[in-house]
C-alpha cells in the first residue's frame, strides 16, 4: 500500500504563512519525484510545485514563485511546502502526489495522491 499524507492545514488571515507536511509510506520514494498541486471549488486541479527526490531540485508554477519553498527530508519520508505572503487566491484543497523520477506539471501524470488538505486564506 502506497500512503501520502498531508497535514500542516487550516485557517490563516491574508499575509500570513503555513507550512504543509507530506508523509509517505509503503515504499520507497529516494527516486521519486514529489509535488504539490492545489484545487479550488470550480477550478481545476493545478500545479504548484514539484521537487526531485534523490537530486533536489525544485520548480515552481509563477503563481508560487517567491512565495512557496518546497523541500524534502528523505530519512523522514517527508516533503514540506511552505507558503508565505498568503493571498485569497490561495485558498483550496492542497494535495500531495507522487509519480516516477521525471518532474511534470501534469495531473494525470503522478500516480499517487493523498487525499488533500483545507488551505483557507482570509481577512
Known amino acids: 500500500q502506497v500512503r501520502l499524507v498531508e497535514s500542516g492545514g487550516g485557517l490563516v488571515q491574508a499575509g500570513g504563512s503555513l507550512r504543509l507536511s507530506c508523509t509517505t509510506s509503503g515504499r520507497t520514494f529516494r527516486s521519486a519525484v514529489m509535488a504539490w498541486f492545489r484545487q479550488a471549488p470550480g477550478k481545476e486541479r493545478e500545479f504548484v510545485a514539484a521537487?526531485?527526490?534523490?537530486?533536489?531540485?525544485?520548480y515552481y508554477a509563477d503563481s508560487a514563485k517567491g512565495r512557496f519553498t518546497i523541500s524534502s527530508d528523505n530519512a523522514k519520508n517527508t516533503v514540506y511546502l511552505e507558503m508565505n505572503s498568503l493571498k485569497f487566491e490561495d485558498t483550496a484543497v492542497y494535495y500531495c502526489a507522487a509519480r516516477r523520477p521525471g518532474v511534470t506539471m501534469r495531473v494525470d501524470d503522478y500516480d499517487y495522491w493523498g487525499q488533500g488538505i483545507q488551505v483557507t486564506v482570509s481577512s
Open positions: 521537487v526531485s527526490w534523490s537530486g533536489g531540485r525544485t
